[in-house]
């Protein structure tokens, strides 16, 4: 192939361009430029989660739009503090959403229940419910940080093997939450 690897070479001309690789890498190279994240907050970072949304921080001109249902979301941003409660609903809306789907734990709380973490009510990190693929520390964590790990998980979908993995080559990731196993409420 190329001193690239599997990325994709892009030229472009005066009279358009074209793009040059492996499918995969073509694949991926859409899929990272349009992750959309489902706007759902549980606690004070969803504040900061509506900011980098917000004209300041832009998130839009990444390629990361809101959208309100998780039938249109790639992407669950566990935004602060969840309970045993709030931690069934997180999976509904998990499960809803289509594959290829992604979660970021964003803040102390959603990580490692933070410093809620003695209180009987409070979910010890949000990875015991759904499988994390980035997590942002800090309390609450600045528009910037997030705007980081969603670049994170840019990089993390572009190095991904989209076709081999919908092909079912690949094995899936362990489920952390069994259908047998139940969340107290």
Partial sequence: MSAAGDRPIIEAGPEGGFALGPLDGLLNLARKHSLWYLLFGTACCAIELMQTGGPRADADRFGFLFRPTPRQADV???????????ASRIRRLHEQMAEPRYVIAMGSCANTGGLFQGSYSVVKGGDLIVPVDVYIPGCPPRPEALLEGLMLLQQKVEREPYLRKIRGELPLPADPWPAGKECKE
């Fill in 76 to 86: 669950l941003i566990l935004a602060g503090t969840i309970t045993y409660r709030m």
